[in-house]
């Protein structure tokens, strides 16, 4: 059964993709989820962003991997200090083209 949806709630604008295998898990993919998840909070974007978990996204030796999307970026051994950059270079405003107003 579907669940409903709220006017109020806004869809998510991107969604992380986080592997969940072993092998990036050992390799820090636990701390980077943590990490994540109280990044969005301190950036009070629960709402604007959407964490699903995968199995292998096959890029196992370079370990911990998540994609975002929309754009299908793709990021490997993420330190959870590269977090804020990355959030930020994906929830950024979109600039306007030169000429335009």
């Not at 390799?27 to 980077?32: D, E, K, N, P």
């Not at 929309?70 to 950024?92: E, F, K, T």
Request: net charge positive; with cysteine; charged share 20%.
């Amino acid at each position: 059964m579907p669940q409903p949806t709220h006017p109020s709630t806004p869809a998510p604008t991107l969604k992380i993709q986080v592997c969940r295998k072993s092998g990036c898990q050992k390799r820090g993919g636990q701390q980077l989820l943590v990490a994540l998840e109280q990044a969005l909070r301190d950036r009070n974007l629960q709402t604007q962003v959407e964490i699903q978990y995968t199995g292998c996204q096959k890029h196992c030796s370079d370990a911990p991997t998540f994609t975002v999307s929309p754009g299908h970026h793709r990021y490997s051994r993420v330190q959870p200090s590269r977090l804020p950059a990355i959030l930020d270079r994906h929830l950024a405003a979109p600039r306007p083209s030169p000429g335009t107003v």
